[in-house]
Structure formats: C-alpha cells, structure tokens
C-alpha cells in the first residue's frame, strides 16, 4: 500500500511540475519574445510619452497592440500583472518529486557504488549542497563581472565553464541517472533564484517609487531583464536534463559527463537562433540559424559519436543463436527478482515465476535492453550480454519452453 500511495504522490506532483513549467516557460518566452520583437513606436504621441517600443499582433481573432515603457509610465495604473508564482510553483512541485523520489530513495536513486560508494545522509546532503553552490557562485559571477562593454560574454563564459565543473563532478559522485537530473535541477533552481532574489524584488522597487512619485533606478530593469535573458538560455538545458532520465543509455557511458555538457550547450545554441530571431525579423535583418545549425551538427555528432559499436561476424553469429526460457529466467532471478518478488512488488511488477516473466516479457525488455533504466543503477551488475540474451528471447517471441 505505501508503495501504491508513493506511486500516486509521484504522478501528481510530476504533473503539477509539468503543468506549472509549461506556464513559466510559456510567460518566459513569451516576454524574451515580446522584448526582442519591439519596434520603435510610429505616432509621435506615444514617444513623447515615453514608449521605447510595441507591437502589434494578431491572435485568436483579435489584435493586440503591446507597448513597453523602458523604464516607468508617466502614471502607473492600479492594476499590475506580475509574473512569479509561475517560477514558485515549478520550483516547489519539482522539489517535492526530487525530495519523493531521489532524497528518500537516496540508497537506489542517488548513489551507484560502482561510480562512488558512500552513505545515503552524505549522497543527500551534497546533492542540496548543489544547489546552494551553484546559486552563489553563479550569483557572484554575475555581480562582479556582469557591468562593463564585454560582461555578457565574460559572464556567459564564467558561469558556462562552472556548469561544465558542476557536470563533471556530479557524474563522479552521483549515479548518472540522478547526476544529469541533479544538473537540470540546480540550474532551475538558479532560475527560480532569479525570480526570487533580483527580478520581481527590482520590479516592486521600481512600483513603489513611482507610487511615492520618487524617480525610477533603471539599474533595476537593466539586471531584471540580465537575469530574465540568462533563464531563457538555461531553459532547453534543464528540460533536456528532465527528459534524460527515461533514456539510459546517455548516462551509462564512461564519459557520461561530456555527453551532458554537450547536449545542454546543444540545447543552448538552438535557444539562442530563435531568441534572435525575434530581433532579425523586426528588424528586416536575415534571421541567425548558424547558431541552431551548429547545436543540430552537435547533437547528430553525439549521435554518431555514441552509436555502439558493430559486433564481429564470429560475435555476432554466437549473438544470434536459439535462447532457452532457462537462460532468461536465470538472469531475471539473479538481476530482477530482487526487487521483484513475492515479497518486494516494485512497481507493481512481479517476476519470480515463468508465468509473471512472461506476462512482464514487454516491460522486461523495454527497461531492461531498449531504455537501460533497470535494473534501477545496475545495482544487480547485469551484463551487455544478458540485455543481448533477453533482446534475443523478446524478439523471437518470448517463448517459456
């Protein structure tokens, strides 16, 4: 029963997280959009008034004619949409199913003694250590070096080559599972950290002196629209550190860190074709594909680069011979009976009879050849070629005799 009910707890806080990240990613996209798509304003009423840009745009019917103050309106209007609870609300839903699943499953989910054999309360501890570190060296980087003619780029370079420590690290401590999603998350919870510490406080500063009629530091929008462009960058990164997890296979190598690094700088560079491409097409400037083009080739080079190796004719003639139900059933007591069994029912699965093996032979073969994901870190050390064994018994139809 505890299982079943952590089951249901683990699918509703992943959906809540989904939901409220699409709502946050949505709004993100939408503003960098927005920001990159102005233009400057055509009556001269509404620059004397201050406008710096707008837009005009059609959807779902209607036109909508968007207009952006570069630092305050001459009067502030009672009504004030904010854009925050988005940010709390993924933060806190993908904490709790970190904390459900990974911190209280430490033992299974964090720690792969094959990589680095230390104790659940430590494994813990220096995965919330993670975002801690990370937070603060990021934040510091961006206050010392973030002002200045090339601070973008030397921030960008900065914070791009602590993730690349903070990638390395994590696959040297942590089961690669949880250490590319420990990367996701303490990236996000930067992001949130964004939100939270700089923008939305800079943003009511700014509402509170224009309620007092006292003049407007843009310093405030300058680093709330810094930090703003910072989280839509890092945004392709985290969701591909989410996904990761459901594909073993990138995680299990031995040099499963490049790989993260790779994939997220990747994700970074596609980000970064369509946030220009906003400013190219209001601007009638040809739009900068070069940088998506580059991540495109990345990622098909990790592919190429990551595509297992061809087996000999000899290997693969051996690989292709009859397997008994007995061989199979043999490597299912020693590397997944062990969590399920008549006494352990690990996701509800059971497999220590011929009958349940062949009722599970799908599932057996999906998580076990196809994804990777079991057993969960290899704590059973299944070998290459017991996953060949059970891929040849699936295909030809998973017989029990």
């Known amino acids: 029963m505890d299982a ?80 925050m609870w988005e940010s709390y609300s993924t933060w806190l839903t993908g904490f709790a199913l970190f904390a459900v699943l990974y911190l209280f499953n430490a033992s299974s989910f964090l720690i792969d003694k094959s990589v680095f054999d230390w ?5 813990i501890a220096t995965a919330l250590g993670f975002f801690v570190a990370f937070w603060v060296v990021y934040d510091a980087i961006c206050r010392v070096f973030g ?33 590319f999603l420990l990367v996701g998350a303490m990236i996000a919870t930067t992001m949130s950290g964004n939100v939270f510490f700089w923008i939305i406080p ?28 910072h989280n839509t960058y890092f945004t392709l990164p985290v969701i591909f550190t989410m996904l990761s997890n459901h594909y073993g296979f990138l995680y299990t190598g031995p040099h499963n860190w490049i790989v993260l690094v790779l994939l997220m700088l990747a994700g970074a ?48 003639a051996a690989t292709s011979a009859p397997v008994s139900f007995a061989e199979v059933q043999k490597v299912v007591a020693e590397r997944c009976a062990l969590c399920h069994n008549e006494q352990v029912v690990s996701k509800n699965v059971q497999l220590h009879t011929p009958e349940l093996i062949a009722k599970h032979a799908q599932a057996v073969f999906q998580q076990t050849v196809v994804l990777k994901l079991m057993p969960m870190n290899n704590a059973t050390q299944i070998t290459d070629a017991e996953r060949a064994l059970i891929k040849r018994w699936f295909e030809a139809g998973a017989p029990t005799r």
């Open 119 to 123: 104790s659940p309360a430590a494994a």
């Open 269 to 316: 560079l596609i980000r970064t074709s369509f946030v220009m491409r906003h400013k190219a097409l209001a601007t009638g400037q040809p739009v900068p594909w070069r940088y998506a083009v580059i991540g495109t080739l990345m990622l098909a080079g990790l592919v190429g680069a990551t595509l297992p190796a061809s087996q000999p004719v000899a290997a693969a």
């Open 202 to 229: 800079g943003q009511r500063k700014v509402v509170a002196a224009l309620r007092a009629g006292a003049p407007v530091d843009p310093i405030h929008g300058q680093r709330g629209k810094q930090r703003s462009v």
């Open 4 to 83: 079943y009910l952590l089951d249901w707890l683990n699918l509703l806080l992943r959906w809540a997280h989904v939901v409220t990240g699409i709502a946050w990613i949505g709004a993100s996209f939408y503003f960098v959009g927005l920001d990159n798509s102005l233009t400057p304003p055509a009556d001269p009423k509404d620059k004397a008034k201050g406008i710096g840009g707008e837009l005009w745009a059609v959807h779902g019917g209607g036109f909508y004619h968007q207009q952006k103050y570069p630092v305050s309106p001459p009067k502030l209007p009672e009504h004030l949409h904010w854009s």
């Open 147 to 179: 002002r200045g003619k090339n601070g973008d780029l030397v921030v960008g370079a900065l914070v791009f080559g602590f993730i690349v420590f903070a990638s390395w690290l994590s696959c040297q401590l942590f089961a690669g599972r949880a250490a």
